[in-house]
């Protein structure tokens, strides 16, 4: 079993940072690949970004690309959602997921967080 745990939410104003880590009990942490989704107010789930196993390789969704910085460190069982030049659009809920597959899509991945608030104030 897989228990993930994100952290690192909160209000913050646009053009700012915050760094999401996701926390990863279990031992098969350091062979599957990781995911961030996030659920803006009133919408559905989205991609925003996917590493593989290994640290490679990883995809964004082109609305965060160049922004946002997806990594893990296997050794801490730990995942990373760097987000720079956050925008009011950026609003969500954003939940960090687990599986044994590297996909962009949120049915790939069983294992999944509790979700962290971040609202980016304009």
């Known amino acids: 079993q897989v228990q993930l745990v994100e952290s690192g939410g909160g209000l913050v104003q646009a053009g700012d940072s915050l760094r999401l880590p996701c926390t990863s009990s279990?031992?098969?942490?350091?062979?599957?690949?990781m995911g961030w989704f996030c659920q803006p107010p009133g919408q559905e789930r989205e991609f925003v970004a996917a590493?593989?196993?290994?640290?490679?390789?990883?995809y964004y969704a082109d609305s965060v690309k160049g922004r946002f910085t997806i990594s893990r460190d296997n050794a801490k069982n730990i995942a990373y959602l760097q987000m720079n030049s956050l925008k009011p659009e950026d609003t969500a809920v954003y939940y960090c997921?687990?599986?044994?597959?590297?996909?962009?899509?949120?049915?790939?991945?069983?294992?999944w967080g509790q979700g962290t608030q971040v609202t980016v104030s304009s």
């Open positions: 997921a687990s599986g044994p597959v590297l996909r962009t899509t949120g049915s790939a991945y069983p294992y």
């Open positions: 279990g031992r098969a942490f350091s062979t599957y690949a």
């Open positions: 590493i593989g196993w290994s640290g490679v390789p990883a």
